[in-house]
């Protein structure tokens, strides 16, 4: 099994910036694609960002392309999310995810991980 923890997330005005952070554990050499998702107070979690094994590949949703970017460190078995230029929609808890199985996928779609990290909030006032 792989375990995931979030960190990072805070309280931050409109127009600024969080780096948020989820460290892997356990049988991290079975962990390949990573995403990040969201969810606001009464939505459905959404896809955020997603990362290859190598980092040769990253996807956004269209709402924070541009704003947020996606890294990992394979050393540290660790995937970060930057987050700049943080609106006030952008409110919601952050929860990292794993992919357990290597090639293509379809990266929005939260059925495609199989490790998720409990959550981290983040909270941007107006």
């Known amino acids: 099994q792989v375990q995931l923890v979030e960190s990072g997330g805070g309280l931050v005005q409109a127009g600024g910036s969080l780096r948020l952070s989820c460290a892997a554990s356990?049988?991290?050499?079975?962990?390949?694609?990573m995403g990040w998702f969201r969810q606001a107070p009464g939505k459905e979690r959404e896809f955020v960002a997603a990362?290859?094994?190598?980092?040769?590949?990253?996807d956004y949703a269209d709402s924070v392309k541009g704003r947020f970017t996606i890294s990992r460190d394979n050393v540290r078995i660790a995937v970060y999310l930057q987050m700049n230029r943080l609106k006030s929609e952008d409110t919601a808890v952050y929860f990292c995810?794993?992919?357990?199985?290597?090639?293509?996928?379809?990266?929005?779609?939260?059925?495609?991980?199989?490790?998720w990290g409990q959550g981290t909030q983040v909270t941007v006032s107006s």
């Open positions: 356990g049988r991290t050499s079975t962990t390949y694609s």
């Open positions: 995810a794993g992919r357990r199985l290597s090639g293509s996928y379809n990266y929005t779609s939260e059925n495609e991980y199989h490790y």
């Open positions: 990362i290859t094994l190598s980092g040769s590949r990253r």
